[in-house]
């Protein structure tokens, strides 16, 4: 088979649109707007640790009262009294007011809200809310993005993030905060992403993806650094949820994906945006007769690659029935590989949200701790690319969590006076965890068959974000309670993920596979696969 056939059967016809139009200044906005929207959303996530922190506080008994003491947790107080009989005796009673330590604080939820003692559990609530409405949102996200269009619902969700986001900072009770909150969190789609990712020609989506991650580390560093500057909760909500702002004039500029323009048969549109993308990019595109050859070539490809593939060895055992649902779960490959993928995205994004929240365990400075957390994840973001090139995906993963979990639970056995080695021991599992997390999004895309990698990653992804909504009451809630217990949760869970990656094939240098039925003959089957069943495979 010749080069120029196989490299049509791996870049699908609109990649190779994409590749005549290079990148430019037109693509570069999309790329602008993506990292710009990551640069804020860690003021977002991690809010919690500076809105409703842990906080030394002092029980406040009634100025009438003939307090005998206070208990050690401060939550209640005791009094003389007499009983029913007329004996004196001790009363306890549950304290209603506190003084708060404000020295490193001004302001905060915990203290404005008194979220303490029996309230306590509502300062990780706070943070939950947030992940646990994009377990709902995210499931129809595609759906909305498909059927509305990508910069429709990017404006939209934009317009709606930034007003429910702004509320929080005029809201007067803790109910109405964790409603906010909860609505605040249905906007956190991944459609920015998606967005520069169907303007990105392929050679580049390596790079950009590099782009989009590397300004959640430098925002990380941000919300550190406007912790410090701004220590009223109020205010520090409008300083970190104003700046997006800024991004309106650009999605003003920016068009609507012209792959979903071309797919949803509106030429004219499509046209008119590849022709400004063109000027912008100062290259020169076929005629318009001919790009509307492109585009019905674009559709129906599509339409072949929405088909359902029969195998293409047809080998005894190997005739596997469809199903209209459970895809994910109806051969036994597949099934090993959800349920194994789910147990990795769940483990890692435990433990990477819960070491992120853990500033009150392992720092003594929650603002050092914060841009801290930021700089470690940088190489993270860089250096993983090039390792999975060379070293594959399995290993390294395997590696990196086996270093996280060494790591963590040696720090459950660290006395916390000796605070520069706890920092560096917690800094090393997030290094190590974050690294995992950057190469399992590749890895994931490659176990996967095309017919089930949307659902795959969704599921995998719904596992992430239940953790997610655990994670805040390890760190926040148990943390303080039994401060070595997350250390050693974290690290347990970073052996579990070693564990489960062990089973998984290496995908460096394989063809992705198209159907389930491919992946399972190819457990059967041992031949080298044909010239024609290779493919390029995404970031490579």
Do not use: H
Not at 115 to 136: D, E, H, P, R, W
């Amino acid at each position: 088979m010749s080069t120029k056939k196989k490299t049509a059967m791996g870049v699908s016809k609109f990649d190779v649109l994409l590749t005549k139009l290079g990148t430019g200044r037109w693509n570069v906005l999309y790329f602008f707007v993506a990292g710009f929207w990551y640069l804020w959303l860690p003021g977002e996530y991690f809010g919690g640790a500076y809105m409703a922190p842990e906080l030394a506080y002092t029980c406040l008994p009634p100025e009438n009262s003939s307090v005998i003491s206070i208990s050690k947790d401060s939550c209640s107080y005791f009094v003389n009294d007499t009983d029913e009989n007329g004996n004196e005796t001790q009363m306890e009673y549950a304290c209603t007011e506190w003084d708060y330590d404000n020295s490193v604080f001004t302001s905060t939820l915990t203290a404005e809200f008194d979220l303490v003692c029996g309230q306590a559990y509502l300062k990780a609530t706070y943070q939950s809310a947030l992940v646990f409405a994009t377990m709902f949102t995210s499931t129809f996200s595609g759906y909305l993005a498909d059927r509305f269009g990508r910069k429709n619902v990017v404006v939209v969700t934009q317009i709606l993030f930034s007003v429910t986001s702004i509320s929080i900072s005029l809201a007067n009770n803790f109910s109405t905060v964790l409603a906010l909150r909860f609505i605040t969190g249905a906007f956190f789609l991944p459609t920015t992403y998606v967005l520069a990712m169907e303007v990105c020609e392929i050679k580049n989506r390596a790079i950009v993806g590099i782009f989009t991650g590397l300004p959640w580390a430098i925002g990380t560093m941000i919300w550190g650094g406007l912790g410090y500057l701004v220590r009223e909760w109020r205010y520090l909500r409008l300083t970190a949820t104003l700046p997006p702002l800024l991004l309106f004039p650009c999605l003003y500029l920016i068009d609507e994906s012209p792959r979903w323009l071309i797919l949803r048969g509106d030429d004219t549109r499509a046209l008119k945006v590849l022709r400004k993308a063109s000027r912008w990019n100062n290259v020169e595109l076929p005629p318009d007769n001919e790009l509307k050859k492109i585009f019905l070539d674009i559709r129906l490809e599509q339409a072949q690659n929405n088909i359902q593939k029969k195998p293409r060895r047809q080998i005894k055992g190997c005739d596997w029935r469809k199903m209209p649902l459970l895809k994910l779960f109806r051969t036994p490959k597949v099934r090993l590989i959800t349920i194994l993928l789910s147990i990795m995205m769940f483990m890692v994004a435990l433990s990477y949200t819960g070491v992120s929240l853990s500033g009150n365990i392992y720092g003594d400075d929650p603002f050092v701790y914060m841009v801290i957390l930021g700089v470690t994840q940088v190489p993270s973001y860089t250096i993983t690319a090039p390792l999975i090139k060379w070293l594959g995906r399995r290993y390294p993963i395997i590696g990196c969590f086996i270093l996280g979990g060494v790591s963590m639970i040696t720090l459950g056995f660290i006395p916390a006076d000796i605070s520069w080695l706890v920092l560096t021991l917690a800094m090393i599992g997030m290094f190590s965890v974050s690294s995992a997390w950057m190469m399992m999004a590749v890895y994931l895309t490659e176990l996967f068959p095309t017919e089930v990698r949307m659902q795959g990653m969704g599921t995998t992804t719904l596992f992430c974000q239940i953790a997610g909504t655990i994670a805040p009451y390890i760190a926040l809630y148990l943390g303080p309670l039994i401060p070595w217990v997350p250390s050693l949760i974290y690290g347990i869970c970073c052996f579990i993920a070693a564990g489960a990656a062990i089973p998984l094939r290496e995908t460096k240098g394989l063809p992705l596979l198209e159907t389930v039925d491919d992946l399972e003959c190819q457990a059967i089957s041992q031949d080298i696969p044909d010239e024609d069943e290779e493919t390029t495979k995404f970031q490579e």
